[in-house]
Nanobody, 124 residues
Framework: VQLQASGGGLVQTGDSLRLSCAASARTFSNYVVGWFRQAPGKERMFVAAVGWTGGNTYYADSVKGRFTISRDNAKNTVYLQMNSLKPEDTAVYYC??????????????????WGQGTQVTVSS
């Protein structure tokens, strides 16, 4: 499956952004999709994940209550709505997919397929 992340940009503290992850697979609804982020000089970190139907989600503590992950299987797309953005949210955001990972698995190596990343910069 091929993934295409988009929607990043430069915003100010407190602003919102919505990232999109478009997938090529016909069986996209069979994949768990996660969002990860990587700041310069740091490891890639888990942000959020959504299960096959969208009813099962999991978030990193750092974004809980501010970010919402959702999916539209008819459009083969997963979204990450990011509200109340902070400078520490600045990173390259990646979407990833896997057929057998569970949403609570925060390890990037558990995901087989990755998009190219989209830059999010939050200025103070």
């Amino acid at each position: 499956v091929q993934l295409q992340a988009s929607g990043g940009g430069l915003v100010q503290t407190g602003d919102s952004l919505r990232l999109s992850c478009a997938a090529s697979a016909r069986t996209f609804s069979n994949y768990v999709v996660g969002w990860f982020r990587q700041a310069p000089g740091k490891e890639r970190m888990f942000v959020a994940a959504v299960g096959w139907t969208g009813g099962n989600t999991y978030y990193a503590d750092s974004v809980k209550g501010r970010f919402t992950i959702s999916r539209d299987n008819a459009k083969n797309t997963v979204y990450l709505q990011m509200n109340s953005l902070k400078p520490e949210d600045t990173a390259v955001y990646y979407c990833a997919a896997d057929r057998i990972v569970v949403v609570t698995n925060t390890n990037p190596s558990a995901y087989d397929y990755w998009g190219q990343g989209t830059q999010v910069t939050v200025s103070s």
